[in-house]
């Protein structure tokens, strides 16, 4: 690792360490987040009162306030079907409530076939204005075909509290901070010739604080890093890499008159130690806008935002442009919107490596300039049905493509057009009853072609039902389809259409022990994540997972 990745680290430790207000708070990206099945919440403020009054969020109608901390998932059947996230909680700052036992912790393990095997436990401690929580776990599998076996091993904690300032503005604060470990080992199954393996380190470092109360000043600051090292085993000789990636963001809302003003900034960058000489690609990002009412329930934003950045190659990209929405709130259960708003990007080494695998090591990273970034969405929640319905469409240069035509996947710029419609809801067909859908047409071209994106399927669609057949046993089915999808640039290779059939069901079997079976590909469908990588069969696993408080 070199003098560069070390100074990062150390920074990184100074700054956060020391103090526990500094947190992060992962937003979703706003050109691809859907609602769930309800809407988070934000608004006047309601007093509890305990011990001590803090304050809280109110919902609107039709909304509900989720307050535990943090649910852990159920274990993975294989270890590449279903890609492990890092083990601390991800995205909003961490709810509070009062229970009456202030220890939660729970343990799980399931076997399925492929010699597949996992287990892990759950712990957390929440006291009236502070709170820990952990979580570990293993998984291994016996590999579904040639050199795909491999095993994960995971381990985070992070710690949340409330921090009470004298500043009559700010008041309370909400902070955490949180580190999560994993190891990956695993075949490179599509690499042809002698058996070539691969193990990956992945720290991340969380911190964020943010305002408790979401009325008048907020104030939110981010500050965290991802940490890789890839190792490769492969004749005629091994090869590693590290990449260090931290970033830093913030927003600030107040009220000005009869608008709000609206600001945030963000800053991102790799340290990238590969093989051979290369830059760290970086992206710096800031925005204002104010937002104010121009009718009733009727909302009107406007601004600019500048964005700037470097490619791993050494090149630079800006990009200056307004942005604007329109909102009309219909009412609590209706919403229709406008925007438009340019942007840069840049996709890290975390996420390219998190969506595949099997990606070589050293990938040319570069920020993605969004030149043209518009659309609308409708949103509806009334009575069985939640439903939000969004048409979003980019022009790009530097888009980075999955290029899978050789064995050995790598990332390629392009410039793009892409048009992009999607829906996502729930059917609340009876109280015992429910189903989850969601849907993308995607047509996306590279500029001056006609020919379909790589790895890119135009038409992807979902379902999933779910039956309440007891008290105690719930049953579920579902169905994917995606379009087939070109390998390389030209479409003159393809992965065939695809539809995977599922279906499972949990039990409670004793007051705090419940049994989970899962049938993954139910028909067995024979089909590849790309090419030279062919993915399991049917995968049949049974879980267990124990609440012990």
Known sequence: MTTRTLFCLVVLFLVVAPSPSLARQQGADTTTTVRKELPTLEIPELTIVGKKAIELPFARKGEIYDVPVYEAPAPDSSLLLERLQPGIPVGSLPRYEQRQMPWRWSLEGALGNYASAGAGGYIDYSAERWGISGKGGFHRTGGHTENSSGTTTLAGATIHSLVATDNDVLRTMRASFGVSLQHESYGLTGIVGPSAHRSRNN?????????????????????????????????????????????????????????????????ESSSLDYQHPTESPSLLSFAGSVRWGIGNRVFLQAGGRYSGGSNSSGGRRSLVAPLARLTWEIDDGRSISFWFEPQMRLETYDEAVKLNPYIGRELVLQPERQILNFGSAVWYNRGMLTLEVKATFIKSSGKSLTIADSGRIRLEPAEVFQSIVAAEGTVRASERTRINFSGTLQPSFEDGTTTQLPMTPVLKLGAKGELDVLPILTVWSSVDYRSKENIDRTGTRTLGDLVLVGAGATVSVLSRVVLSFDAANLLNSSYSWWDGYPAPGRVLTLGAKLRLQ
């Open 203 to 267: 720290i991340v470092v969380d911190g964020r604080m943010g305002s408790l109360n979401r009325q008048g000043l907020v104030l939110d600051m981010n500050l965290g890093a991802n940490i890789w090292k890839v190792s490769d085993e492969h004749a005629p000789a091994d090869s590693e890499v590290s990449v260090v990636s931290p970033k830093v963001d913030a927003s600030l809302a107040a009220d000005i008159g009869a608008g709000r003003l609206l600001g945030d900034f963000s800053y």
